[in-house]
């Protein structure tokens, strides 16, 4: 297990680096360089749970989980080890927090 920054993206989660115009669903990632691995991240699956705030905003946590498969690579600039879609992020919290810690599992 480890743990990290999680941010999001808003749809269209389409175009990815990993499948192109290729449907997912709403329940993806991208990853960060560190995860990236040239591309070879590519698939993997990742549980989320969101253990604490970074920041003031009031219970950024909701209680559970939730699985995402990685779809895409976080550019440059991204401020979180995943950039989950909105809809994954906002499954295990307050989309108002905007970035959070979680633990994750491959």
Known sequence: MAQGNVVFYKPPYIPSACYGNRNDGTMVTGV??????????????????????????????RSGNVVVKVVDRCQTGCNGVLNLSQDAFAKIANPDAGNVIVDYTP
């Open 32 to 61: 960060s360089d560190a995860l990236w691995n040239n591309g070879r991240a590519s698939g993997r699956r990742y549980r989320v749970r969101c253990i604490r705030g970074t920041n003031a905003a009031p219970h950024p946590c």
